[in-house]
């Protein structure tokens, strides 16, 4: 089992790989698209965009919510 130190360790080292900033830069185009209500066709098309923003809403800010967790043990 990791410690708490191995794993925001290894948390700071993905933050750091280009595969991650690759990734946020996709997650932040997916973003604008997925704001775009021009795009929706009914309530369900809206439901669908809010639960695909949560989820970027979480990746975009996994790694600012590790900084702060990391600053408060």
């Known amino acids: ?24 830069e996709e997650l932040k185009n997916i973003e604008i698209s997925v704001r775009d209500v021009d795009t929706m066709n009914d309530e369900k ?11 970027l809403g979480f990746l975009l800010s996994l790694e600012s919510a590790t900084k702060i967790a990391m600053d408060n043990p």
């Open 1 to 24: 089992m990791k410690t708490d130190e191995e794993y925001f360790k290894d948390r700071l080292a993905m933050f750091e790989s280009e595969g991650w900033l690759d990734l946020i």
């Open 45 to 55: 098309d809206l439901w669908h965009a809010k639960g695909q923003l949560q989820q």
